[in-house]
């Protein structure tokens, strides 16, 4: 019984998510310009958990079994790539280096813009 309450559970978190997708799609629409509805959903996700709208607890069981799903997602752009045996030539190579190697700088240009943003915070909270 416990289990199925718990299943129960899940589709109803399931379909709080869907909703803010919806509710995202929705308020695109109404927008003069292009934007993707699933981030504005996510967006407004986010402010409704950050104002404390939606309790955490009404979409984590939820999000954590989309989660475990999430690289079956990727599977058809992964094969889809197969199309294209041009990215597998020596074009394709570089361009798979320059995203490596732009990834990594990002990455590490965000890792210290962290790093300095935090000591000058520390150092504000020392004052």
């Known amino acids: 019984m416990e289990k199925i309450t718990k299943i129960i559970q899940i589709i109803f978190q ?15 629409g109404l ?30 069981d939820g999000a954590g079994f989309l989660l475990a799903f999430l690289a079956l997602l990727f599977v058809p752009a992964t094969v889809g790539i197969m199309d294209y045996p041009q990215l597998f030539s020596v074009t394709g190579v570089l361009i798979v280096l320059a995203l490596i190697i732009s990834t ?4 590490i240009l965000t890792g210290k813009i962290c790093q300095y943003i935090e000591g000058k915070m520390i150092k504000e909270d020392v004052k």
């Open 31 to 60: 927008l003069p310009f292009s934007f993707p509805g699933s981030i504005a959903g996510l967006l407004i996700l986010l402010a409704c958990l950050l104002l404390k709208i939606v309790p955490v607890n009404f979409i984590k």
């Open 104 to 107: 990594m700088v990002t990455i």
């Open 14 to 28: 399931v379909i709080i998510l869907y909703l803010f997708f919806l509710l995202g799609s929705f308020t695109v």
